[in-house]
């Protein structure tokens, strides 16, 4: 499945269709699990059919397009879906019970209610909310227009803090032919550095929010000093929101870049698999943990995998920073020590580094087993091979 994104260009009246859309999609959403609160047994199938009952009920909810308030009740089942699961399978803590939604973004439509004119740089929205023809604006590569309406599974206006955005959902796959390059790679993320691989090389991290922190501490002061309810509030707001929208797609393009990058030089990747929900419990860390987008950076590091067809390995975190990547032993340290000094073997690495070599070290154990006689071995930073260390370590605990 494909998205293109175009940033929509109209009106003000437009802009306020819009809105009436998308309060129409909140209004929908909010009265299905109203009936789901209030009556037992209710299916997915009821919440649709009651889209028509809502449409005959309140005039203005006949406005949107009867297949986009059919995805408005498929929101609404979908929260109390995920509710089911979760206790189900015993999910720990709270199991998401679904609530009303207030700040509901977008109107999505399915394959009615909208055109696509042959230029590819319009769309008419065709239903009652009046919402007209829109310009699409966005890459010149992107050539919605050639692709068959019954490909375009789903249309979807999406407002942001700097205007509104039209996303088209395709229904077609992207195949990458990977080239071949004999390297595999374990990475260890990091706060001091953004990652640091098993060969020693490291990524700076950006601190996006670190760096637009400043500004946004004063948008924040302007914001409070305006009056509530004023004009002036509503351009301070816009403005702050535009500021924080501004730092999400810069750790968003890096992680896309970076990631992308990473997959096309390797064969096979090898990650911890973090508990970063656990990890920000700690509040002296939880900001920057957020700042670095380790979680956004691993999920593009997943998907671009599975487009090149190379394994991504997530392995355990537990001792990959303790143990020795040469001989085994187990060296503990706390968060504050940077540097791996081993007693055993005299070994010395940065922390990171050291993680990093262990990682990939799991990963080609449950990847590749046994390897074959004559297939090249990546040496580690000690000149020795994965291979020939697990095995002085399995030894060292038979002799314990």
């Given at each position: 499945m494909l998205i293109y994104e175009y940033k929509l260009d109209g009106s003000k009246e437009q802009c306020d269709a819009i809105d009436e859309a998308i309060r129409i999609v909140q209004f929908i959403r909010n009265k299905c699990l109203r009936l789901w609160m209030d009556e037992r047994g209710i299916t997915k199938n009821d919440l649709q059919c009651y889209c028509a009952v809502l449409a005959k009920e309140y005039p203005f909810a006949n406005h949107l397009n009867s297949q986009a308030r059919q995805a408005s009740a498929e929101r609404a089942w979908f929260a109390i879906s995920r509710f089911y699961e979760n206790c189900k399978s015993h999910q720990p803590g709270k199991k998401g019970y679904p609530k009303y939604q207030h700040d509901t973004r977008c109107v999505e439509?399915?394959?009615?209610?909208?055109?696509?004119?042959?230029?590819?740089?319009?769309?008419?929205?065709?239903?009652?909310?009046?919402?007209?023809?829109?310009?699409?604006?966005?890459?010149?590569?992107?050539?919605?227009?050639?692709?068959?309406?019954?490909?375009?599974?789903?249309?979807?206006?999406?407002?942001?803090?700097?205007g509104s955005y039209c996303q088209f959902s395709i229904q077609a796959e992207r195949k990458i032919e990977h080239v071949p390059t004999g390297k595999h790679v374990g990475i260890d993320v990091g706060l001091k550095a953004f990652y640091t691989d098993s060969e020693g090389n490291t990524v700076e991290n950006p601190r996006h929010l670190r760096k637009a922190e400043k500004?946004?501490?004063?948008?924040h002061r302007h914001l409070s000093r305006k009056q509530k309810k004023s004009s002036n509030r509503k351009k301070a707001r816009k403005a702050l929101a535009k500021g924080y929208?501004?730092?999400?797609?810069?750790?968003?393009?890096?992680?896309?870049?970076?990631?992308?990058?990473?997959?096309?030089?390797?064969?096979?990747i090898a990650y911890e698999q973090l508990q970063i929900r656990n990890m920000v419990k700690n509040h002296h860390l939880a900001k920057s943990i957020h700042d670095a987008g380790w979680g956004t950076f691993l999920r593009w590091v997943r998907y671009y995998g599975g487009m090149h067809a190379i394994p991504v390995v997530a392995v355990a975190p537990q001792f990959t920073s303790q143990e020795c990547s040469v001989c085994g032993a187990l060296v503990?340290?706390?968060?504050?020590?940077?540097?791996?000094i081993c007693p055993s073997c005299g070994v010395v690495l940065d922390r990171d580094h050291n993680a990093a070599i262990n990682i990939l070290a799991k990963a080609r154990d449950r990847t590749l087993g046994h390897r074959a006689t004559g297939t090249p071995v990546s040496v580690n930073a000690s000149g020795q091979t994965a291979s020939t260390r697990r095995a002085k370590r399995a030894t060292g605990k038979r002799a314990g």
């Amino acid at each position: 499945m494909l998205i293109y994104e175009y940033k929509l260009d109209g009106s003000k009246e437009q802009c306020d269709a819009i809105d009436e859309a998308i309060r129409i999609v909140q209004f929908i959403r909010n009265k299905c699990l109203r009936l789901w609160m209030d009556e037992r047994g209710i299916t997915k199938n009821d919440l649709q059919c009651y889209c028509a009952v809502l449409a005959k009920e309140y005039p203005f909810a006949n406005h949107l397009n009867s297949q986009a308030r059919q995805a408005s009740a498929e929101r609404a089942w979908f929260a109390i879906s995920r509710f089911y699961e979760n206790c189900k399978s015993h999910q720990p803590g709270k199991k998401g019970y679904p609530k009303y939604q207030h700040d509901t973004r977008c109107v999505e439509y399915k394959q009615t209610g909208w055109k696509v004119e042959p230029d590819g740089r319009h769309i008419t929205f065709t239903d009652g909310c009046r919402i007209g023809r829109l310009r699409l604006v966005g890459n010149l590569k992107q050539h919605i227009e050639t692709f068959p309406i019954k490909q375009i599974k789903r249309v979807r206006i999406v407002k942001r803090a700097d205007g509104s955005y039209c996303q088209f959902s395709i229904q077609a796959e992207r195949k990458i032919e990977h080239v071949p390059t004999g390297k595999h790679v374990g990475i260890d993320v990091g706060l001091k550095a953004f990652y640091t691989d098993s060969e020693g090389n490291t990524v700076e991290n950006p601190r996006h929010l670190r760096k637009a922190e400043k500004r946004l501490k004063r948008l924040h002061r302007h914001l409070s000093r305006k009056q509530k309810k004023s004009s002036n509030r509503k351009k301070a707001r816009k403005a702050l929101a535009k500021g924080y929208l501004k730092v999400s797609r810069q750790r968003e393009d890096f992680a896309r870049k970076l990631a992308s990058t990473l997959v096309s030089s390797h064969d096979l990747i090898a990650y911890e698999q973090l508990q970063i929900r656990n990890m920000v419990k700690n509040h002296h860390l939880a900001k920057s943990i957020h700042d670095a987008g380790w979680g956004t950076f691993l999920r593009w590091v997943r998907y671009y995998g599975g487009m090149h067809a190379i394994p991504v390995v997530a392995v355990a975190p537990q001792f990959t920073s303790q143990e020795c990547s040469v001989c085994g032993a187990l060296v503990k340290k706390s968060l504050s020590v940077r540097t791996h000094i081993c007693p055993s073997c005299g070994v010395v690495l940065d922390r990171d580094h050291n993680a990093a070599i262990n990682i990939l070290a799991k990963a080609r154990d449950r990847t590749l087993g046994h390897r074959a006689t004559g297939t090249p071995v990546s040496v580690n930073a000690s000149g020795q091979t994965a291979s020939t260390r697990r095995a002085k370590r399995a030894t060292g605990k038979r002799a314990g």
